[in-house]
């Protein structure tokens, strides 16, 4: 046992031994392979740093094993470094009084050579990473969003809709758009912000598409954005690794922002509907259409703030300067002028926070004047902005039209009759033969700058807005690249139209301006359009003004002082339109001499007789004498040689017509009307239905406001584009048989019509199928106004969606007999009143064909016994009675009731109170109401629940109906 531990002990040292006369005898090669391996080590860290600063410049981020190894390799070397160098400085040293080699200091060096030896074969062994970086995943790019952005609410309640519509499970793409600078991009991105705070999804991408869209880099950046890298270079590579990728999401929103034409999902590499059901996509444009041309189910518009926040956010900027009374005023008008914009807002007021008050009044005057140079400092970024969209218009047409709106969109609406007149005589509608096709041209080109929220609407379809900064860069267009010259200041200097930078523009325009006196004699060579809207109407125009404009295509005055006619008028041989609206004028005559004129306009004149030399204008086209309310005589044949006539206006005027076959020269005769064969467009106000001759109205009229009959009010609200209104004492009407002549009547008025029974079958045989609106009044003779048992058109009454009857003391059913499905089917509102004789109102089955149904109204028909009369007693389920007497209101009992209707989907149920009027609103509520009559003070109320009935609203005065 001794001699084997002892034999053990012995190899060991022995082991021991050699190894270490090894490191002496070998401490020079030992020496050089450290000094290569350490070499190769430092080739290999260049090269990696090289990748790493390659990874660096494209924002990736360092893979940690890799920075660690970097670390390990530097103090690697370091330690290798530092034992090569202690070797060779201590190589000489030697002991024993220099005799021998110092071999425990080389022995010493040596063993600590031969271990960094091996760790720096470790760690080459250890640098073969899968890679060096990654893009990094922003994941938390949503949550700078929710900081600073200011709410409104106007913006709440746009937010919440979007929001609502995200969380919806069968809307798959939104739509959110408004013009430029509105804050679209700002909304969406809250909208992303609170929907990944609400995991509603798992990714959330932001991809900016802009006006040429890049379909490389919007793959680019929704790839960055999730952490993927591209090796492909081809496009359709590239689709299919992002839709893989994206198919590895369960939930994902994906936001395509500033869209302005239609962008291919497909070929970006989105997988839309059953391809992934998880994928939901938000676009934001400032073209309405886009979105909804790439199939989106809701289009949210972002409109501009309301009421009293665009003050508060102007406030809230500039600070407690705003509160002294000089810069109150002042603000008032920078945010008025930002019209509700957000962007503007904020521009403008932190270019003026902290600024003295000479210095706020030197930034309106720049801001109120549009110039030929670039836009004021303050609204750069949002006129740029809205220049853009200006430059993306498809065409010249459509550009065109939006700087001439610009110029005469002073006010907060204009008109789009105005366009066509100004429009038709600039020769902006190129290949285009009749003004009707004008007119529609021109309602598509509205239609089109306002889906590019270029243009707002106006209160009906005949008229348009546009907002204040659209407005202001407008006009700087106009200036910078049209040549016009436009004022829009209160007071302007007497010699502005004598500056030689006017003399050389093609347009002088004026809103509200306040010109005491014109210069005469001045020469405007190359001026084509001139309009004047003044304050207030100037004395006198000099008689040689218009003799330097004979280029002059288009003049416009409003409130100028005419009297007389200026003798260079006639010198405008070139005038194709000629507006005179509210001017004074004396004679007439000398428009006579403008052979070329097509389109006359003398709106709100005071005139009481029209000359015979207008009929000399057998070029004229359109002729506009609306609101002349003094106008009684017009000269005979005049409007007989204007054989050219398409429209004709002589609304709210008191022509005193001519009869018929009496030779009258100072006055005309309703028959000349029947020379204008190519009239499409009349508006006419006949106070004497006998004047009436046989077959008056031309066939081809496609848009009329025809009024017969006295005491009827023209300035009533004007929805539809063919309205007749009769009054007659006479049955003239039915002999003449007007209704059958105006084809597709949207809008019809009947008082006091005699002999007229049954509507349809006394009317029109045709059913009326384009009525929108009837309201019939005043007639004794009605006994019901649809009898299906005696006649019954097939298709009658289709589009009718209000009806109105008022004072049928006759008046026994509605409908009597049974009708077809598609009789009644859009009608919305019924409002009857003093229909004595009117029992019941309608029957359950034609009740059952009125789905649209939302609001009626039974007031003062004495003698109502049911609302809607039961066909058969199966149908009938009586849940309650309840008597209401004499001044009770029915908003009194509806609480009482345990058990309102038993409807199961009754989700809204309020009751509200007027003078003698009791309401019951119902949101998805389907109801039967039927009302006997017991004795004169007291009724039976029986409320009743049936599947097939739908009614929203119902209003009955109950009070009303003893």
Aim: with cysteine.
């Amino acid at each position: 046992m001794v001699d084997a531990g002892v034999g053990t002990v012995a190899k060991k040292l022995e082991e021991s031994t050699r190894l270490r006369l090894s490191y002496l005898w070998n401490h020079k090669s030992n020496l050089e392979e450290v000094k290569k391996e350490v070499e190769r080590v430092r080739d290999v860290r260049a090269d990696l740093l090289s990748s790493m600063e390659r990874a660096d410049r494209r924002g990736e981020q360092i893979e940690n094993d890799v920075e660690r190894w970097l670390k390990n390799v530097e103090e690697c070397i370091n330690n290798a470094t530092m034992i090569i160098e202690d070797f060779e400085g201590r190589a000489g040293i030697r002991c024993c009084k220099g005799l021998c080699p110092d071999l425990t200091t080389r022995y010493r060096l040596i063993r600590k050579s031969v271990k960094e030896l091996k760790a720096v074969s470790g760690l080459l062994k250890d640098r073969n990473f899968d890679r060096v970086s990654y893009v990094i995943h922003q994941r938390d790019i949503w949550s700078r969003y929710s900081k600073d952005y200011e709410t409104f609410e106007s913006i709440l309640s746009i937010f919440n809709d979007i929001y609502n519509a995200l969380c919806n499970d069968d809307t798959n793409m939104i739509g959110v758009y408004g013009m430029g600078g509105i804050g679209k991009t700002a909304l969406v991105k809250q909208v992303a912000w609170q929907a990944k705070e609400d995991k509603l999804f798992d990714e959330v991408v932001l991809a900016l598409v802009s006006p040429t869209p890049d379909i490389r880099k919007i793959q680019g950046d929704i790839a960055n954005q999730l952490g993927l890298q591209f090796h492909e270079e081809n496009e359709s590579g590239r689709a299919r690794r992002l839709r893989d990728r994206l198919n590895q999401e369960k939930r994902f929103l994906l936001i395509f922002d500033d869209i302005w034409e239609i962008l291919d999902l497909e070929r970006v590499g989105i997988p839309l509907g059953n391809d992934h059901q998880g994928c939901k996509i938000m676009l934001t444009s400032r073209i309405h259409d886009v979105s909804g041309k790439m199939g989106s189910q809701c289009n949210f518009l972002v409109a501009a703030l309301k009421e009293e926040e665009p003050f508060s956010l102007f406030k809230n900027i500039v600070g407690d300067s705003i509160e002294s009374f000089e810069f109150q005023s002042l603000a008032i008008e920078f945010v008025k002028a930002c019209g509700g914009l957000p962007i503007a807002i904020v521009n403008i007021a932190n270019s003026l926070r902290g600024k003295s008050l000479f210095e706020w009044r030197e930034a309106f005057q720049t801001l109120s004047h549009p110039s030929s140079r670039k836009f004021t400092r303050m609204l750069e970024d949002v006129c740029s902005t809205i220049e853009l969209s200006y430059y993306h218009l498809e065409n010249e047409e459509l550009k065109s039209i939006f700087l001439l709106c610009g110029l005469i969109n002073y006010t907060d609406e204009a008109s789009v009759m105005d366009l066509l007149k100004y429009g038709t005589g600039l020769g902006l509608f190129k290949g285009i033969i009749t003004l009707e096709e004008t007119r529609d041209k021109l309602n598509s080109l509205v239609h089109e700058l306002k889906s590019s929220c270029l243009l707002l609407d106006g209160h009906n379809r005949e008229w348009f807005s546009m907002h204040a900064i659209v407005r202001y860069v407008a006009l700087s267009i106009v200036y910078r690249d049209q040549h016009v010259s436009a004022l829009r200041i209160k007071t302007i200097p007497k010699d502005w139209l004598n500056r030689d930078t006017v003399k050389s523009c093609n347009a002088i325009c004026s809103h509200d301006g306040d010109i005491s006196e014109l210069t005469e004699g001045l020469e405007y060579p190359e001026v084509e359009f001139v309009y004047l809207n003044l304050k207030y109407s100037i004395s006198k125009i000099p008689d040689n003004f218009f003799s330097g404009m004979t280029k002059l295509s288009v003049l416009s005055l409003t409130k100028v002082h005419l009297v007389p006619l200026p003798s260079s008028l006639h010198l405008l041989i070139n005038l194709r339109t000629l507006c005179f609206n509210q001017c004074v004028l004396g004679d007439l005559a000398g428009i006579g001499d403008l052979k070329k004129l097509e389109i006359l306009s003398l709106v709100c004149l005071d005139i009481e007789h029209l000359p015979r030399e207008i009929g000399q204008l057998t070029k004229l086209r359109l002729f506009d004498l609306s609101n002349c309310s003094n106008l009684k005589a017009i000269s005979s044949n005049v409007i007989s040689s204007l054989s050219l006539l398409e429209e004709l206006y002589m609304g709210n005027s008191i022509v005193e017509w001519a009869y018929e076959g009496i030779n009258n020269e100072r006055n005309v005769s309703l028959h000349e009307l029947k020379f204008l064969s190519l009239l499409t467009t009349l508006e006419l106000h006949i106070r004497d239905a006998k004047l009436l001759p046989v077959g008056l109205f031309p066939k081809k009229l496609k848009r009329y406001k025809i009024y017969i009959g006295d005491e009827w009010d023209w300035h009533d609200k004007y929805e539809y584009k063919r309205t007749l209104k009769l009054k007659l004492n006479t049955n003239i009407g039915l002999e003449n048989e007007i209704v059958m002549q105006l084809k597709e009547i949207e809008e019809l008025y009947l008082d006091e019509v005699q002999g007229v029974k049954n509507v349809l079958y006394d009317l029109d045989a045709g059913g009326l199928p384009k009525l929108k609106h009837l309201s019939i009044q005043n007639n004794p003779y009605i006994r019901c106004i649809v009898d299906s048992v005696e006649w019954l058109p097939c298709d009658a009454f289709p589009l009718l969606e209000s009806l109105f009857l008022r004072n049928l003391i006759n008046l026994e059913k509605i409908c009597h007999g049974e009708l077809t499905a598609t009789f009644f089917s859009n009608l919305r509102m019924i409002k009857v009143r003093n229909c004595d004789k009117l029992r019941d109102f309608l029957s359950i089955s034609v009740f059952r064909g009125l789905p649209k149904l939302q609001n009626f109204e039974l007031i003062k028909c004495k003698n109502m016994e049911e609302i809607f009369t039961i066909e058969r007693e199966s149908e009938k389920i009586v849940i309650g009675t309840w008597v209401i007497r004499q001044q009770q209101s029915l908003a009194w009992l509806l609480p009482q009731l345990s058990q309102p209707l038993l409807c199961t989907d009754l989700s809204h149920n309020t009751a509200y109170t007027g003078t003698g009027m009791a309401t019951q609103t119902y949101k998805t509520m389907k109801i039967c109401i039927v009302l006997n009559t017991f004795s004169r003070n007291e009724y039976k109320l029986v409320l009743q629940y049936n599947d097939y009935f739908h009614l929203l609203h119902c209003l009955i005065n109950y009070n009303s109906l003893h």
